[in-house]
């Protein structure tokens, strides 16, 4: 059975940092292309950074996503977080599968 469970979350204050973690289990890690999404207040959930099965980190701006092949994990680092930032952060497969839909991880950036 499959289970992403994500992690990490908080409230930071904007120029903060934060670091999410997803632990997959399941037999899709190895396989799939990973990614992490998230949804603010009344927007639609949308994809903010992925990673294929050939590499183990990827920069996207003030986001870097990571992936340990060993532990079945993928991780977020978030740098220099803004008020904008502030939504639910989930993991799934790219492109995502409905069925793997985790219960997310809230970010809250706010002074």
């Known amino acids: 059975q499959v289970q992403l469970v994500e992690s990490g979350g908080g409230l930071v204050q904007p120029g903060g940092s934060l670091r999410l973690s997803c632990a997959v289990s399941?037999?899709?890690?190895?396989?799939?292309?990973m990614g992490w999404y998230r949804q603010a207040p009344g927007k639609q959930r949308e994809l903010v950074a992925s990673?294929?099965?050939a590499i183990t980190h990827s920069v996207k701006g003030r986001f870097t996503i990571s992936r340990d092949n060993a532990k079945n994990t993928v991780h977020l680092q978030m740098n220099s977080l803004k008020p904008e930032d502030t939504a639910v952060y989930y993991c799934n497969t790219v492109p995502y599968i409905s069925a793997y839909w985790g219960q997310g991880t809230q970010v809250t950036v706010s002074s």
């Open positions: 399941g037999s899709i890690f190895s396989i799939n292309a």
């Open positions: 990673i294929s099965t």
